[in-house]
């Protein structure tokens, strides 16, 4: 079955130090994995997908097939990171239109 | 930017009663779908459309839902008989290829049935 899974609800951290969100996902196939973010009264837009291999806003993720897990993570949290991140998989075969969504995890940045 | 709009942003409506949710997908993209978000639960997939056609569903997609894109700009959600369990954020997405590339989130709509 295809499944995404996020574990926390909530991160909670002090500005400054690292973040880590975690994400592991159960496909049979070759997944195409992304974090989706949602800044408060935002609507939902891609942060960033593994198969660009980019940095953005200054967060990576990088695919671990053998633990199938597509961790995000920041050196140094900033104050407007808060917001709610969501892990998605897109399969390349079978489930190829659609996006099936973890829980979320709302980080929540401290001054 | 081009941004995916939808109407309405919250729409009411009592048990039994059928109701369309609008949405205008970014002009020059392919690919619509149609997720939903139930309140404290994960966004999960409703269906997706292309080329005039429905290319995949859900389970929660049945004979009560349906999909139109009635002329070049809009593509509609009708739920023809609500329930209780229909209250939920719907959200439109779009994408100028499949779902392997970006997808492209409208603000929700968030449908009430009371």
Redesign the interface.
């Known amino acids: 079955a295809q499944r995404v899974t996020q574990p926390e609800k909530l991160l909670s951290v002090f500005k400054g130090a690292p973040v880590e969100l975690k994400c592991n996902y159960s496909y049979s196939g070759s997944p195409?994995l992304f974090w989706?973010v949602q800044y408060s009264r935002q609507?939902?837009?891609?942060l960033l997908?593994h198969?660009s291999r980019e940095s953005i806003k200054g967060f990576t993720a990088d695919l671990n097939k053998g633990e199938t897990s597509f961790h995000l993570k920041k050196p140094f949290a900033q104050e407007e990171d808060s917001a709610m991140y969501?892990c998605a998989l897109?399969g390349?075969s079978g489930?190829?239109?659609?996006?099936?969504?973890?829980?979320?995890t709302r980080l929540a940045v401290h001054p | 930017e081009p941004?995916?709009t939808q109407t309405p942003s919250h729409q009411v409506t009592q048990m039994g009663q059928e109701v369309i949710l609008r949405c205008v997908p970014i002009s020059n993209h392919l690919?619509f779908?149609w997720?939903r978000q139930i309140l404290g639960?994960?966004?999960?997939?409703l269906v997706?459309f292309?080329n005039n056609e429905i290319?995949?569903k859900?389970e929660i997609f049945d004979d009560q839902f349906s999909v139109e894109r009635p002329d070049g700009s809009n593509f509609t959600l009708k739920i023809r008989s609500t329930k209780l369990e229909d209250s939920a954020m719907y959200?439109c997405a779009s994408s100028e290829k499949?779902?392997?590339y970006?997808?492209?989130?409208?603000?929700?709509t968030r449908l009430t049935v009371t």
């Open positions: 195409e989706y609507r939902l837009q891609l997908r198969i969501y897109s390349v489930g190829y239109n659609k996006l099936i969504f973890g829980a979320g | 941004e995916v690919y779908y997720y639960q994960k966004v999960e997939f997706s292309y290319s995949e859900s959200f499949g779902a392997k970006e997808q492209y989130f409208g603000p929700g």
